[in-house]
């Protein structure tokens, strides 16, 4: 099985969306040889390539801190993703766009500023999840379920779905084409 098709096609998403709603997409950075890099971006209403990027930054050797960056620019050699695939447009009521347009500050933030960020904020990101050669050894053996960015996507996805702010089709999408 080829590992880059996804086994679901992405949710069908109209070019436009409702008045004043967001498009939130997911951004996929190759990560090889290890699993993609995911998150989610918000677009805002100026210019489809600025918006808010939010993630789980960091790794399984470390663990992961969750990120809000506004005033993202993907035109940024640094920010270009791999991939852009449209998830949902979201209704304006769950996000902010003065949040979005900091006047330019991309600086990472952990503070939700809108419900869609208070949301996904709600879903822990995973702690370190890799033991190292010089990890002390347990009495006895447990079982390490390794949880990324990609499982805190499908997680969050799942509790906005709960919330009312995605469909079904968004969470199920992610959870068909993780890694």
């Known amino acids: 099985m080829d590992l880059n098709v996804p086994s679901r096609p992405p949710p069908a998403v109209p070019t436009t969306g409702p008045d004043g709603a967001f498009l939130v997409e997911l951004l996929v950075f190759n990560g090889a040889p290890f699993h993609d890099h995911w998150a989610y ?51 304006k009521e769950y996000v902010s766009e003065n949040a979005i347009a900091t006047s330019g500050d991309e600086e990472a933030h952990c503070i939700p500023a809108c419900a869609f960020e208070e949301v996904v904020h709600r879903v822990k990101v995973p702690i370190k999840s890799l033991r190292a050669v010089d990890d002390k050894a347990t009495a006895v053996p447990r ?37």
């Open 143 to 179: 079982r390490i379920i390794q949880r990324d960015c990609q499982t805190w996507m499908v997680e969050s996805a799942e509790e906005l779905v709960k919330e009312h702010i995605f469909s079904a089709e968004v969470a199920a999408y992610l959870r068909a084409i993780q890694q």
């Open 41 to 91: 971006f918000v677009r805002s209403h100026g210019n489809s390539d600025t918006g808010t990027l939010i993630h789980a930054a960091g790794n399984v050797r470390v663990g992961f801190e969750f990120q809000i960056k506004r005033s993202h620019d993907l035109r940024e050699p640094e920010n270009l993703p791999t991939k852009r695939i449209a998830l949902q447009w979201v209704d």
